[in-house]
């Protein structure tokens, strides 16, 4: 630093303002004082200064498998959210998250000098499986976690809701439902509302096909279906599973929506290309990710640690070509 102070012909104090980011600094002098450390290739000690400030300006990011396109959205917005702040991320990704994986990823990530911790996703993992000290800002996104750390959440009830009471009322009676796996809170609360909604209908409540979030999945569900006249509508757990199931069902000779409509969930923008386009309720993933950064940097800068803040994002069903009124008998 006094070498570059040397160089600029500016004090040292002006040198630390610099690379501190302070804004009281002419512009003119911030300049000259950039080229000397660009000429010397300094770079600030960013150890020390997070010890003058108790602040890493680093963020914890969790999620379980980033591969899939809903975590790797939200992700995306996180990284959006921390960059718009000045805050690094540093992530981990843990395959079962109801096992040691989960405590020994937040094991690393709490010894690794972050001011707080999103999680993206962890499945059903309850709070016996993170384990953090209680100083640390953490923030939840759609898993049992909610119950126990603020959280930024789709409205999974109501987008489901939105979407059987679509198929309802198009006269559909035979509404089946493609499972996601049974270790995923969404998965679960979507086939939970599912149910729901048809025994208010005062319909019978088939049941669901398992799968995963996987387009193999909903294609193998869709051979299945397809070999049942009376079915005409099915919702599916999320937009791959609808995109397997609708090309099964064609390889079948059952048209879709002629003769049996689909619904997918997530909104991923594939699915306005398949053939036909594909009904879907749509949820905010990169959203999901910033409102997360905002309530640990909201920790952050006040201190309090309030469980029970939770953010609760619309969801919005989005009509397109693959649904359409059951065929006459």
Not at 294 to 318: C, F, H, K, W, Y
Request: glycine letters at 10%; hydrophobic letters at 40%; a neutral charge.
């Amino acid at each position: 630093m006094g070498d570059v102070a040397r160089l600029a012909g500016v004090s040292v104090q002006t040198v630390s303002r610099v690379a501190t980011g302070s804004d009281h600094v002419r512009p003119e002098t911030r300049a000259k004082v950039l080229r000397a450390m660009n000429k010397l290739g300094y770079s600030p000690n960013r150890a020390a200064q997070a010890l003058r400030r108790g602040s890493f300006k680093t963020i914890g990011v969790l999620t379980q498998q980033i591969q899939r396109t809903g975590e790797a959205l939200t992700t995306a917005g996180v990284l959006e959210a921390a960059t718009a702040a000045d805050y690094a991320v540093n992530l981990v990704q843990v395959e079962r998250p109801v096992s040691d994986d989960l405590r020994q990823a937040v094991y690393r990530l709490s010894h690794q000098a972050i001011d707080g911790l999103v999680v993206v996703q962890a499945g059903r993992a309850g709070r016996e499986h993170l384990v953090l000290p209680p100083s640390i800002p953490v923030a939840v996104s759609d898993s049992t976690l909610v119950d126990h750390y603020p959280s930024a959440s789709a409205d999974q009830v109501g987008g489901v809701r939105d979407a059987v009471e679509h198929l309802l009322g198009l006269g559909h009676r035979n509404i089946q439902h493609v499972c996601g796996p049974g270790d995923s809170q969404s998965s679960l609360i979507r086939r939970a509302t599912w149910a729901r909604c048809l025994r208010e209908a005062g319909l019978p409540v088939p049941e669901p096909i398992p799968g995963d979030w996987e387009a193999a999945a909903g294609y193998a569900a869709g051979r299945l279906l397809a070999a049942d006249p009376e079915v005409t509508a099915v919702f599916c757990a999320n937009d791959e599973l609808a995109l397997g199931l609708i090309r099964a069902m064609h390889e079948q000779g059952r048209r879709v929506p002629g003769d049996v409509s689909v619904v997918g969930f997530d909104g991923f923008d594939v699915g306005e290309y398949s053939f036909p386009p594909l009904t879907t309720v749509r949820q905010d993933f990169r959203r999901h990710g910033r409102e997360m950064v905002g309530l640990v940097l909201e920790q952050v800068a006040s201190g309090v640690r309030d469980g029970s803040r939770s953010i609760i994002i619309p969801t919005e069903l989005i009509l397109r070509g693959s649904t359409a009124p059951p065929p006459a008998t």
